[in-house]
């Protein structure tokens, strides 16, 4: 068992085991489905040609049993309109009581014609020349082969010929015979009215004929005993059959109108314009399946020639062949296990030489990456041990003001100990990483200290209005974004104010956006500042008073471009002399949808 699951793993790690396998069951199914297609062709091909023969031979036959047919018509009519045999069957009738010795006279002379007709057709085994009442009155002849028809024989003869004008009626019935075992022997019963020219109905005529009559027509059709057919009179009766009809199929083939394939045989049906009758004969297909399958197998066997044939091949070509890839698997092996100095030699100029380049440069690019991400870290490291000794201060004046705040509050310096809380309390709010995300509530906590230590410090006329939807205090925005837009306020639109000035800052949603309006009535500003602090393209950045470039505002644009992208936005609207509205447009993320902005 074991060894079987090492030979199975031995395969799957094997390409050259997986191309042999891959190409020869290649070669296998296009074999078997060339052996498929070619058995369907081939025994459709037949199926089709033996089905014009047959069709050809079944029409042959049925034109026999025309010629049959005509000549029984024939000799009913030569009896029936005999003008000799009317008159002496006339007479009989007539002199029912007369001498006995005329009677058997005139019924002489009827056999004498007759038996003249009968010798021109051997195939009669019965010819009854019946009066109206169901007596053979005029003529009996029957041969050893059956008996004479009984009561219950003429009844079923004279219930079909009732609804004739005089035609003929062909049945099949089963009469009694003495030298068959069962007793009875199936007979072909030929009947009609005897009229005369007045259309006067003086007797009845009945033929009885073998089984024979019809099979010797129909024996091109039955020879080597694999076929069989089934003769129908006009009226569907089932007249003539060779073999016994199968269960449930009689009224399919009393309603064939073409040609049908059904449990390997094939059906043809034809019907004659001259006496309607219905011929439906059929054929094994065994014989030719047979042979369809033999020539299948014999495919499928040269495909597993060729297969055995194909990887002998393959085995001694895959050799010089398959060397560059095994040059490029140890190559892979050696870069795994941490050598990218491994190079693979060029053998060739095809697809694998180039795999094989493609290796060498991939390698030489990894291991030099490799040495700059190690560079990298390294500097990296420095610069967060330099970050985290930068951070030591702004963490020493944070405990600092929280000393001096308790120091106050003891002292019953309430405004300035909650000053020292504002500032502290700032102060712990940006010590937070940036990329840290705060929610709308904390963001205006910190404005609202922001403008606390203004009005107490430096502005006394300052009217400030802050409405935020109570909907939108959870959801989650960048930090420290609305400082910088109200510092400018101070630094820029109240600039050169002294008195009556106004802030208003809201927030609310709108459209699946998270709107913040920063407006003022200060002194607004003009298209080109707007531009700059918008960072349209040709435009520079402003500058403060002192020199140095205005990044407060700025940085809050580039901030939102980086991190969300358009839509999302920061708009201006300005008036000179008027004051100036800020709005940024930012998305609406809830608390269950916090992310980081790394």
């Known amino acids: 068992m074991l060894s079987w699951i090492r030979n199975i793993i031995m395969i799957n790690r094997s390409f050259r085991v997986k191309l042999i396998l891959s190409l020869s069951i290649i070669i296998l199914l296009a074999f078997c489905l060339t052996g498929y297609l070619t058995y369907r062709y081939n025994l459709t091909l037949f199926e089709e040609e033996i089905s014009k023969q047959f069709t050809s031979t079944n029409e042959e036959a049925l034109a026999k049993l025309d010629l049959k047919v005509q000549e029984v018509v024939r000799i009913s009519q030569t009896v029936v309109f005999n003008p000799s045999i009317e008159k002496l ?3 009989i009738n007539l002199n029912e009581s007369s001498d006995a010795f005329d009677r058997y006279y005139d019924k002489k002379q009827i056999e004498d014609q007759i038996y003249q007709l009968k010798s021109d057709a051997p195939y009669i085994t019965g010819m009854y020349l019946y009066d109206l ?32 004008s005089g035609d003929l009626i062909w049945i099949s019935l089963p009469m009694a015979s003495s030298i068959e075992p069962s007793g009875y022997r199936n007979t072909i019963i030929v009947a009609r009215f005897m009229k005369n020219s007045s259309l006067t109905t003086y007797g009845v005529l ?25 003769l129908f009179n006009k009226n569907k009766e089932l007249l003539f059959t060779n073999s016994p009809v199968p269960s449930g199929q009689l009224e399919l083939l009393q309603n064939m109108d073409q040609t049908q394939l059904m449990e390997h045989h094939l ?9 309607n009758f219905k011929l439906v004969s059929s054929t094994s297909l065994t014989e030719i399946q047979s042979k369809s399958r033999d020539l299948f197998k014999m495919i499928v066997y040269s495909g597993l020639v060729s297969i055995l044939l194909a990887s002998v091949l393959i085995v001694l070509s895959t050799g010089n062949l398959l060397r560059p890839l095994k040059d490029l698997m140890l190559g892979l092996r050696k870069v795994r296990s941490g050598d990218f100095n491994a190079r693979i030699e060029i053998r060739t100029r095809d697809e694998l030489a180039y795999m094989g380049e493609s290796f060498n440069a991939m390698a030489e690019q990894v291991g030099r990456l490799i040495k700059e991400v190690y560079l990298t870290q390294l500097s990296e490291k420095e610069a967060e041990l330099k970050a985290l000794q930068a951070q030591l201060n702004p963490h020493f004046l944070h405990n600092m003001f929280n000393e001096i705040y308790w120091k106050l509050y003891l002292q019953d310096e309430t405004e300035t100990a909650d000053l020292i809380a504002a500032i502290s309390e700032m102060l712990k709010y940006s010590l937070m990483p940036v990329r840290t995300l705060t929610t709308v509530r904390e963001e205006f906590q910190q404005i609202r200290n922001y403008l606390k230590i203004q009005k107490e410090l430096f502005e006394t006329d300052l009217e400030t209005i802050i409405q935020v939807d109570e909907d939108i205090m959870d959801v989650q925005v960048m930090r420290s974004l609305l400082q910088p837009l ?4 101070f630094m820029h639109a109240f600039r050169n104010m002294v008195s009556h000035k106004v802030l208003i800052i809201k927030a609310s949603s709108r459209d699946d956006f998270l709107e913040i309006d920063v407006t003022d009535n200060g002194c607004g500003m003009d298209e080109k500042s707007i ?4 960072g349209v393209q040709g435009s520079a950045l402003p500058y403060r008073t002192d020199g140095r470039e205005s990044l407060g505002v700025r940085s809050v644009v580039r901030r939102i471009e980086l991190v969300y992208g358009p839509p999302f936005r920061m708009e201006i609207a300005s008036v000179l002399g008027s004051g100036t509205n800020m709005r940024l447009v930012l998305p609406l993320l809830a608390h269950d949808e916090r992310r980081s902005l790394e």
């Not at 033929?207 to 010797?216: P, T």
């Open 486 to 489: 109200v510092e400018n306020v």
């Open 206 to 230: 009945v033929m009885a004929f073998d089984e024979s009559f019809f099979s010797g027509s129909l024996k091109e059709l039955t020879k080597a005993g694999q076929g069989q057919v089934y």
């Open 133 to 164: 009442n169901g007596n053979p009155s005029y003529f009996s002849y029957t041969t050893s082969a059956i008996n004479a028809p009984d009561e219950y024989v003429f009844k079923v003869i004279r219930s079909k010929i009732n609804d004739t």
């Open 89 to 91: 069957i006339s007479r």
């Open 267 to 275: 059906y043809v049906q034809g019907e004659s314009e001259v006496t």
């Open 531 to 534: 531009a700059q602090i918008l």
